[in-house]
């Protein structure tokens, strides 16, 4: 039987519960155990697909389809394990999972309530599709107090009660400020914030006290005293110059040691961070650098880009150098500035994204990248902008456009009225927007003798897909008989999923999202390519 871990968050979100989670994740595989993560959010929303990325960063997905919370990237990121659609549920998709079932009677007559109906349904998810892992970790969204979390916790207090308090621990994370106008360091918080869990019923097993200074002992003993927990399972967390120091830091800190005794169980093995230390050194200190220019419409908060910043930075690591991200505001971003914003740059990339804004100084800046021979990547939207720019300026197709924000125009690009996977008809439309897309892992095939094919040094490719919108495949011929070629197709050739530009360094789009399957230990062979690339340019 697994054994479950609940990460809890107290005092103020954004602490870095999932990446808590996925640190300790890797601890606990590195000493010889399968580990599975998941992330239990308490929005309304059924999930995140439809939410500006403005205010809840980007949506990441999985193999299967699922649009999910951003830290389902970090726990790929760190632990490797492949997510799944049944490893991020919402308060939105409880509630109507329960009401569609009452709906059609099947609770026999009985009025539905939050307990035990709401909570019943939450403890399945936890279990369900669950195979001879050793440790689930379940992520609680939001903050213990939150009136939105209040089913989560109470769900999950009732879940150790059914498994047994052996099988099941309580991770806490908090927040110790410091104070400069005092120079003290804070505990009461946390205090106030275990006070506020055990009154739901549940008592902290462990609590991880994230500082942006080292918590004296004294600190740490008031914490053990006060909150009932052992000294040794306070553990501390001091903010880190970057995220791949956070394994090592918990090593550090003998979290994934406690969590061990905890369970009364035995490392199979001694954990491994020769990787972590090797990642750090380069990203700290590397002194070779490029600069990679990301114009978009959401680069005014780092979140929304969150995968497709990690990616580059891998692909630096890879490289033995550092990456610097140049965000310019698409919406902002004039033709007469372009020559100048870009005149540092060594890459430019155009992100994924939704609906008009911005589009003009994209493809100004494709074409900016097209005719100085800059490396550019396009992914997803980026890739639809370049064909457009391509077709305005070199097909002379000057109303090129795309029906997505355009109604009248030549439309190179076009609404996906219909795609089949697995035997099953999903169909898109521009009235109902949440789960509508192409979404998930397909197949691409890759051209003989293309750049693409030698990056990936493979003929067929599965990538994850996020998108309505598709190139028209029967403009193939006039684009390559100008140079600009569809290097990479699906498997029935109907849609364009990779163009590469003739003559040209680097000069590639892709109508999928790489970024997604990056790793720090193994970075993605495109972001690894682009980035050597880039480096090569100056």
């Known amino acids: 039987m697994a054994r479950y871990i609940f990460v809890t968050g107290g005092v103020v979100s954004s602490l870095g519960k999932g990446l808590s989670s996925a640190s300790l994740a890797y601890l606990l595989q590195s000493r010889g155990y399968k580990v599975r993560l998941r992330k239990l959010d308490p929005y309304l929303n059924v999930d995140p697909g439809t939410m500006s990325p403005f205010q809840h960063g980007e949506v990441f997905v999985t193999d299967d389809g699922a649009e999910t919370d951003l830290d389902l990237g970090h726990y790929e990121r760190f632990s490797g394990v492949t997510a799944k659609k049944t490893d991020n549920i919402t308060t939105g998709k409880i509630y109507s999972d329960v009401l569609r079932k009452e709906r059609k009677g099947q609770y026999l007559g009985k009025t539905v309530q939050v307990i035990p109906h709401i909570t019943d349904r939450i403890k399945e998810f936890i279990k369900h599709d669950t195979s001879k892992e050793d440790f689930v970790i379940c992520e609680i969204g939001g903050i213990v107090g939150d009136i939105e979390s209040l089913p989560f916790v109470e769900a999950i207090r009732q879940f150790s009660n059914d498994i047994g308090k052996k099988n099941a621990l309580f991770i806490h994370l908090t927040l110790v400020p410091y104070l400069k106008a ?212 070199q097909l002379k197709i000057k109303k090129a456009t795309s029906s997505e924000f355009d109604k009248v125009g030549v439309h190179i690009i076009g609404l996906m009225h219909e795609w089949e996977k697995s035997g099953r008809k999903v169909k898109g439309t521009d009235k109902d927007l949440g789960g509508t897309m192409r979404l998930g892992s397909y197949n691409a095939i890759l051209k003989d003798k293309s750049k693409i094919r030698d990056i990936y040094k493979s003929r067929l490719i599965k990538e994850r897909h996020r998108h309505r919108y598709e190139v028209d495949i029967s403009y193939k011929e006039k684009f390559e008989k100008k140079g600009l070629i569809f290097s990479g197709l699906s498997p029935d050739h109907k849609l364009p999923e990779i163009i590469e530009l003739k003559n040209h360094p680097w000069f590639i789009g892709v109508q999928f999202h790489p970024e997604f399957k990056s790793r720090p230990l193994n970075p993605h062979p495109l972001f690894s390519s682009f980035i050597k690339a880039a480096k090569n340019h100056r």
């Open 182 to 393: 005092s120079d003290e360091i804070k505990t009461k918080p946390t205090q106030h914030s275990v006070k506020e869990l055990r009154s739901i019923g549940i008592q902290p097993d462990i609590i991880i006290c994230r500082s942006e200074r080292p918590i004296p002992l004294e600190h740490r003993k008031k914490i053990s005293l006060f909150c009932n927990v052992d000294i040794k399972n306070v553990i501390e967390t001091v903010d880190v110059k970057t995220i791949y120091e956070a394994p090592i830091s918990f090593a550090k800190e003998k979290l994934d040691v406690q969590v061990l005794n905890y369970f009364k169980i035995k490392s199979k093995k001694s954990n491994n961070l020769t990787p972590w230390k090797r990642i750090t050194k380069i990203t700290l200190n590397t002194k070779r650098h490029v600069n990679i220019a990301i114009i978009g419409k959401y680069v005014e908060l780092k979140d929304a880009y969150k995968s497709l910043d990690e990616a580059l930075t891998h692909g630096g690591i890879s490289n033995n150098l550092k990456v610097n991200l140049i965000r310019i505001d698409s919406e902002k971003l004039k033709v007469s500035e372009i020559k100048n914003k870009l005149k540092n740059v060594s890459g430019i990339l155009i992100p994924g994204g939704f609906g008009k804004r911005g589009t003009e100084g994209k493809i100004e800046a494709i074409r900016y990248a097209r005719v100085n021979k800059i490396p550019f990547l396009g992914i997803c939207y980026g890739m639809q902008m370049a064909i457009i720019e391509f077709a305005r300026n």
